[in-house]
């Protein structure tokens, strides 16, 4: 709990006073691209951030977070009891990603073959509905633990270029361990997707941790968690495995506010 605090008391120290919560509310968290904040509001208020609404929960609390490409400056609003509202700025800071061009490889290695186009497009249908669950748990106030041992072997926002092509970024948190080991999860929840063979992902796991953020665990060798499963943290929910599309084994690990895609590591306390 103690290491959790002191998180918070970091990740709030971005930008020093110049996200100050609107009257009726208080927040702490991560002003920056791939961040999440929380925060608690008085009886009574709708939020939004930028185009969408942010739920607040019957004990006031909320939850919302940032992309990896968000803009310098976000719009936040409150509406109150009587039809007053209040419209803020957020400042967002900055993060810089890693790049890398990579040429010469055949198409086959670019661009997934035409037959299995069909199956890639509904198994993202299928990850994008259970992303959309909007649920009154907060395991996620908890706080968040490694899910996996080993050494980080990608980083979230991180982008290949192949053959000219730019391809769509990472967005998650790679961990490299050897087949079979464990993965726990990191936070508690409900397993609301267990498939075993998705294109990409292979063995795949998502975990609502409650109000829009889920978390999503890839490549696996086993599953040891079925859909509708409560799992604690710090539960194994699997072991690690290269299925899908991998290289090599390991635990690719992420985590949404709805479908916004956050940094998982910016989440973590240090490595012990």
Do not use: C
Request: aromatic content about 8%; glycine content about 12%; cysteine-free.
């Amino acid at each position: 709990m103690m290491r959790w605090l002191a998180a918070l008391l970091l990740l709030a120290s971005w930008p020093a006073g110049a996200n100050e919560p609107p009257p009726g509310l208080s927040w702490q968290g991560d002003f920056s691209q791939g961040g999440l904040v929380t925060g608690m509001a008085q009886p009574g208020l709708t939020l939004r951030l930028g185009g969408r609404d942010v739920p607040v929960a019957q004990d006031g609390r909320f939850v919302f977070g940032f992309g990896r490409d968000e803009a310098a400056t976000v719009t936040f609003s409150v509406n109150y009891r009587g039809g007053q509202s209040e419209t803020t700025q957020l400042r967002i800071a900055p993060q810089k990603y890693e790049i890398q061009r990579i040429d010469g490889l055949p198409p086959a290695q670019v661009t997934p073959p035409a037959a299995v186009l069909e199956r890639i497009k509904r198994e993202n249908a299928q990850i994008a509905a259970v992303r959309q669950r909007n649920t009154p748990r907060q395991d996620f106030m908890q706080g968040w633990i490694w899910p996996a041992k080993g050494p980080v072997s990608g980083v979230y926002g991180s982008q290949r270029i192949l053959n000219g092509e730019p391809r769509t970024p990472h967005y998650g948190l790679d961990i490299a361990a050897p087949t079979g080991s464990p993965v726990i999860a990191p936070s508690g929840g409900e397993v609301v997707l267990a498939e075993k063979d998705i294109y990409f992902t292979g063995g795949t796991i998502i975990i609502d941790h409650g109000m829009g953020i889920n978390s999503a665990f890839s490549h696996l060798q086993s599953l040891n968690v079925k859909v509708g499963q409560q799992v604690k943290r710090g539960g194994q929910i699997g072991t690690v495995g290269a299925t899908g599309r991998a290289t090599g084994p390991h635990l690719d690990w992420r985590v949404n506010w709805f479908d916004v895609r956050l940094d998982p590591q910016r989440l973590l306390p240090p490595k012990e």
